[in-house]
């Protein structure tokens, strides 16, 4: 891992080490690997927590976090202590296994392979458990749901602490971590601005190359491909999420993921997808003319949101409540359909607005955020480092009632991923090609 990273780990360990206090201990575990079908088993990912606290990327681990530091024995004869504030239990090295499914890092190597401050065997938590979670404790900070979804080796090295959960009267306060965890994610440090802006550039020459060469006669899991294949031959370490390749009346369709549809002659194609860099996701929706020109009403529907999309990104700058900039989205999402002549008041206009205006994105696509201990997305106000999408798209689904013929089966959505600034915004996915001139080809 390159010190840079280390160092953004580091930082994210002392901050949150900081937040929580003197006389706690936060315990914060890896994922497990989950089972498909037979000896097959799930893509492993992360959980970004951890992820977030260590940059270790195996499963079977636990971070454990003591800000007032713990003294631990270093020989047998109990003389010589050392005290840390960070452990990390891992998988122990084993040679067959490794053979068969990759290096593992070993206890021993760390801290010169993370700079976290010890390493252990994930074997000797048990142990740990019944040396360390003493009086001294008062709270005890834990990502509940993350606990519950504990599998594989862990779960019989965790035994012993879920026994005490259930049977004993504790002596400390449990917290749930992931609220803070959270709200530290929201605000992203040059690094993690690094890497989104990697992934999303990763995903705007990916985009221009679907754009070149879309066509009808395709099918949508080839114009899939084409996206996909060019995140991958860039670099990217995964896709952000699943690939919507939405044509013609599939883009009413709002997590539309089964691709399988002949792209036709004429119809929109509304693309949502992106390229994961190094665990940090971009998400991007563009939506193209499959035959390199708009139908007169394509056009006119295509253009009202290309407005709103920019109205909404000019709206995003410190001190702004996210809430406002959903308001003010739909106000104008209602304006242009009274424009459209497809409603008279705005009142009427609830039935067309499917979704929000955006989220924060990050280490998830819709990133971790932490609504709770009295925040809201009502009060959640936009900050400096603050990532997130605007995102505003009109839909008319076929047959739908009092929308004329001309407009049915269009859906147009335009998503671009903005990072909040001291003075207002910098459009991370400028480069994205989304002007009417810009999207036909000629
Ligand atoms: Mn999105």
């Keep these: 891992m390159e010190k840079k990273q280390k160092e953004f780990h580091k930082s994210r360990r002392e901050k949150f080490m900081q937040i929580i206090g003197k006389e706690t201990m936060a315990i914060i575990f890896s994922n497990s690997i989950r089972n498909a079908s037979f000896d097959q088993d799930y893509h492993f990912k992360q959980n970004k927590n951890f992820y977030y606290l260590t940059g270790f990327n195996e499963p079977n681990s636990v971070l454990i976090l003591i800000p007032s530091g713990i003294k631990i024995k270093l ?23 490794e053979t068969w499914n990759g290096k593992r890092l070993g206890e021993k190597n760390v801290t010169s392979g993370l700079g976290i401050e010890m390493g252990a065997l994930n074997s000797s938590l048990p142990e740990f458990f019944h040396n360390h979670l ?5 709270n005890l900070y834990i990502d509940f749901v993350e606990m519950y979804d504990v599998g594989g080796e862990l779960k019989e090295y965790m035994t012993s602490f879920m026994n005490m959960l259930r049977v004993d009267a504790l002596h400390f306060q449990l917290i749930d971590s992931a609220h803070i965890l959270g709200k530290m994610r929201k605000v992203k440090t040059e690094f993690e601005i690094e890497q989104i802006q990697k992934a999303v550039d990763i995903t705007a020459e990916s985009f221009e190359e679907l754009r070149k060469n879309l066509s009808a006669g395709m099918y ?15 670099g990217a370490t995964d896709n952000a999420y699943g690939t919507i390749m939405a044509s013609g009346n599939n883009a009413n369709t709002l997590h539309y993921e089964t691709n399988r549809d002949k792209i036709k002659d ?17 998400d991007i929706t563009r939506t193209y003319p499959a035959s390199g020109k708009f139908t007169d009403a394509q056009r006119e529907i295509y253009e009202k949101v290309l407005v709103i999309n920019k109205l909404c990104i000019k709206k995003v700058k410190p001190g702004v409540r996210f809430s406002e900039v959903r308001k003010f ?16 008041k705005k009142e009427e206009a609830k039935r067309f607005i499917l979704h929000g205006v955006g ?30 999408t605007i995102e505003p ?20 959505r335009i998503e671009d991923d903005i990072l909040v600034t001291k003075t207002g915004n910098i459009n991370l996915s400028e480069a994205i090609k989304k002007e009417v001139k810009e999207v036909e080809r000629n």
């Excluded at 114009?223 to 294949?229: C, D, M, T």
């Excluded at 924060?360 to 990532?387: K, S, W």
């Design 359 to 388: 989220h924060h994105i990050g280490l998830d696509t819709h990133d971790a955020v932490p609504y709770g201990f009295g925040e809201t997305f009502d009060n959640d106000t936009l900050r400096p480092g603050n990532v997130l």
């Design 329 to 344: 989205c739909d106000d104008l999402t209602a304006a242009a359909l009274i424009d459209l002549k497809i409603i008279k």
């Design 266 to 282: 004429g119809d929109l194609v509304l693309i949502d997808s992106a390229a994961e860099y190094n665990y940090y996701c971009a």
């Design 393 to 412: 798209g009109i839909y008319f689904e076929k047959g739908m009632k009092g929308v004329p013929a001309k407009y049915q089966g269009i859906g147009v």
């Design 134 to 138: 003493t009086r001294r404790i008062k």
């Design 75 to 97: 020989d047998a004869s109990g003389k010589k202590f050392k005290t840390v504030r960070e452990i990390l239990f891992v998988q122990e090295k084993d040679k067959k296994m």
């Design 220 to 234: 949508e899991y080839q114009a899939q491909a084409l996206l996909e294949f060019n995140y991958k031959n860039r």
